[in-house]
């Protein structure tokens, strides 16, 4: 196939274009990098994740917690009602 803008040969359109060894290996680094980065916030995630969980444990503690004193607060206040 013949470019109609210029003289060079451009591939069909089931043909792969050749990139350049240097295209290639500089489009294989950017992908380990990528991969690097996705892998990082994978674990930053599974650090928050368990950050998270960590604190909702707590939450449910604290909230039993409070629910043990307003119980024994509404005993006082019955016990003192009595008297």
């Not at 470019?3 to 060894?21: Q, S």
């Not at 930053?44 to 043990?68: C, F, P």
Request: net charge negative.
């Amino acid at each position: 196939m013949i470019n109609p803008f210029g003289d060079d040969e451009i591939p069909g359109w089931g043909a792969p274009a050749e990139l350049p060894v240097h295209d290639i290996l500089k489009e294989g680094m950017k992908k380990e990098a990528l991969i690097k980065d996705i892998a990082a916030a994978q674990e930053d995630l599974r650090a928050i994740l368990g950050r998270v969980q960590s604190v909702q444990g707590d939450v449910e503690k604290l909230t039993s917690g409070n629910e043990t004193l307003q119980m024994y607060i509404d005993n006082l206040t019955k016990q003192m009602a009595r008297r």
